[in-house]
């Protein structure tokens, strides 16, 4: 079995009012992971310490087999990063910069290169200042794509994107994903788009992984019930439930522990039960958060 | 291959730093062209390139070290296989080059001027000590940017620089050794100029190394 593109095992960063706390994140070839969290969660943190630019604390962070910070440089050979704040030179044009990149990436693919160029419908001899947010992105994208990367990471690109450049976006990105040996690392509070391309999820809060796994399992494993509990009757304790909320008969169960015949212990108890609903991503996403800042609170 | 990466991201930048390099240069050989023709030109000429060496290098340092955290261009080039010891390497020496090579151009082309023209040799010491100092505050400003991340220092060593240019000028013309070959047609190197413009620069290149020492040992880069 060969090794993960990623893996993270204890990482931690402390700053002065935020802290990383024990991120542990495996991600093997051919898989993209969708990395979900708040603002200020720790999402670009975790994906920086990734990329070499900010030093864990502590933990062990490895990436393509490569140990970092120590081994950055070998391993930024094979890794395509764009982050929503990165800039491009703004007195330079794409031209330039496919250059640029061209000249320190031995992967650089000119044909691609030229070919996402009138995908992405960009000018190479324009000045990137004169680029658009959504023109900015596509282009950063390009420079990242065109090096052909075994590891790709990408820090909220979609933010602040009109529909159709997000969707060309989105598009180029499942394409990439088909090669099998590739793998995507996605981070994004959108989770629309993380629904869209991800087949592993992984969400984060202040600083903390509070669940990961497969999507499908993901959504398969949460469910809404909608129930309806006559007087003298008490709502069994049922497995992963972690929100219940009542008014009068009607009764809503959110559990992230479904499975077929769930329903029966209520059935069973003499509660009936009106629907079981499943959940998108962002109902899981803010069910997950909520529920873990409950408990940490308590 | 190590190497050749930090030639290329020091090709990068003088690339980039090219323009202001270009407009010192003509701005420099302007002011020293008209320096020979009257007094007050020579004083205006004399103004002129000094703030030539000033105006460079805080575009050099506030550009291409500043501004580009600020902006997050550094992001950029840190995805790309480069180490940040590579990096932060790389934007040193091009910013260095970018600014010592106009520097060393046109201090040359300022003695070339004083010897060749009417204009007293022994204000040779003077400029001495005045070149010095620019290239002082060029090491210690690039220092700074590297050192630190807030506006505010880099603000501070930018308004300290200045306005000890206004000071030195003055102190100097009154230092003795100074004062007395100031219109003399032979320029004499006491042991005060010479320990002067010395440690001006040593002062400078000791606040630079401390500041790349640092830097390069930090653990965050963005």
């Known amino acids: 079995m060969s090794e993960p593109v990623i893996l993270l095992d204890g990482v931690e960063k402390t700053y002065p009012y935020f802290r990383l706390t024990n991120i542990a994140l495996q991600l093997d070839a051919g898989q993209i992971l969708g990395f979900v969290g708040p603002n200020g969660a720790g999402k670009s943190t975790t994906l920086r310490i990734l990329m070499a630019m900010v030093q864990q604390d502590r933990g062990t962070v490895r990436v393509l087999g490569r140990s970092l910070p120590r081994e950055q440089a070998a391993a930024k050979q094979d890794i395509g990063f764009v982050s929503e704040d990165m800039r491009l030179h703004g007195s330079e044009s794409l031209a330039w910069h496919m250059r640029l990149v061209a000249d320190l990436c031995p992967g650089w693919d000119a044909a691609y290169a030229t070919a996402l160029v009138g995908r992405f419908n960009l000018h190479p001899e324009q000045q990137v200042r004169a680029l658009s947010h959504g023109e900015r992105i596509k282009a950063a994208l390009l420079l990242a794509l065109a090096r052909r990367p075994r590891l790709l990471i990408l820090d909220e690109p979609t933010t602040g994107l009109d529909p159709v450049a997000r969707h060309e976006v989105l598009a180029e990105l499942m394409d990439v994903v088909q090669d099998e040996r590739r793998a995507v690392l996605f981070s994004s509070h959108n989770t629309h788009d993380v629904e869209q391309i991800s087949d592993q999820i992984a969400f984060i809060d202040r600083g903390r992984i509070v669940d990961t796994g497969d999507k499908e399992t993901f959504l398969d494993r949460w469910r809404r019930l909608r129930l309806d509990v006559p007087p003298g009757v008490t709502l069994p304790a049922a497995a992963g439930v972690i929100d219940t909320s009542t008014s009068g008969r009607q009764a809503i169960v959110t559990t992230r522990a479904y499975a077929p015949g769930f329903e029966a212990g209520y059935a069973a108890a003499g509660v009936g039960i009106h629907a079981v609903e499943r959940l998108t991503l962002e109902e899981i996403f803010v069910a997950t958060v909520m529920h873990n800042r409950r408990e940490r609170a308590a | ?222």
Request: aromatic share 8%; glycine share 6%.
């Open chain 2, 1 to 222: 291959m190590s190497g050749s990466v930090v030639a290329r991201l020091i090709r990068k930048d003088l690339v980039l730093a090219r323009w202001p390099v270009t407009g010192a240069l003509i701005g420099g050989a302007a002011s020293l062209a008209i320096m020979p023709l009257t007094s007050v030109t020579a004083y205006v000429g004399g103004v002129t390139f000094v703030c030539v060496l000033v105006i460079l290098n805080i575009i050099l340092v506030m550009n291409g070290v500043v501004q580009e955290r600020k902006d997050k261009t550094q992001i950029f080039i840190l995805s790309l296989p480069v180490s940040t010891a590579q990096y932060v390497a790389a934007k040193v020496v091009a910013n260095a080059l970018a600014f010592t090579v106009p520097w060393a151009v046109l201090s040359a082309a300022a003695v070339v001027v004083i010897v060749r023209s009417p204009i007293p040799d022994g204000l040779l010491a003077f400029w001495a000590v005045l070149l010095g100092y620019l290239l002082a505050y060029y090491f210690v400003l690039l220092g700074v940017a590297l050192l630190s991340d807030r506006s505010g220092w880099h603000a501070s060593a930018i308004t300290v620089g200045n306005i000890s240019i206004n000071l030195l000028i003055p102190a100097l013309l009154n230092l003795p050794s100074i004062a007395r070959q100031t219109s003399s047609p032979i320029a004499v190197w006491t042991a005060d100029i010479v320990a002067l413009t010395l440690g001006e620069v040593l002062v400078g290149a000791v606040v630079l190394a401390w500041a790349i020492r640092y830097r390069s040992r930090r653990a965050d880069h963005v």
